[in-house]
């Protein structure tokens, strides 16, 4: 048989673990899938989880953390990354120290707090996330509310956002960042991204639908998509594609937010 190793792409999570299959490393293994690409994990936090609420978390210890990154990097080979849920500011520094010795495009979604409400990253951890991962990211994706946390800015238009994109970038060394809009008031979802000095605007209808793990999944489209060489202005288009799909057609389970489905 042909040795096919070369052809096949990889993309890894760093991030929690979601129960109830619909965000964290769950969605970005459905994500990394529908887009051809075979996943690698490393759990940073199990928790248990349904669409009504985050019922209870269990930290995996930083240095379990750093053995899932080295045993999948050092055998198979890692061609994206993102991280999500980094839960406490051990295990963001844990990362971060371990990231540094690669070089392949990295994808930081600053997940703060669940839209349910639960704290997903201490409030200590912030400013290690942003010290130590920031400057090592391609693309950091917050949404408004990270956005605001991050820039101490208020963001209500796309103006606000294109100011916040950039003073987030310059001030951490982020290569790009991009504040979604699916929290930002307006007839379409804009997302607004600010990358290597110059801004760009992605634009979807503002769907109905289950939006539970979007982040997740929005962030890890454009990991697979990086993982087999697209621009990062391709891969964020298509991932914007991809979740304004998986809102409208996402699976109505449970009795609370339910999960967009990852669907290409
Ligand atoms: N649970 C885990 C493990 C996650 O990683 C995330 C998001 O990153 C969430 C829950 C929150 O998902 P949502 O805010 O879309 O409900």
Known sequence: MRDLRPYVKTALTIAGSDSGGGAGVEADLKTFSAFGVHGLVAVTAVTAQNTNSIIAVHEVPPEVVVKQIEAVAEDIGVDAAKTGMLSNAEIVRAVARTLKRYDFPLVVDPVMVSKTGVTLLTEGAIGVLVDELFPRATLVTPNRFEAEKLSGMTIRTLEDAR?????????????????????????????????QGHFREYRAPRVEGCTHGTGCSFSAAITANLAKGLSLEEAISLAKEFITLGIVTGHRIGHGHCPVNPIA
Do not use: F, P
Request: hydrophobic share 40%; net charge negative.
């Open 163 to 195: 100011r916040a994109a950039r003073a987030i970038a310059e001030e951490t060394g982020a290569e790009g960042v991009i504040i979604k809009g699916g929290h930002i008031e307006g007839g379409d979802a804009v997302d607004v991204l600010y990358y």
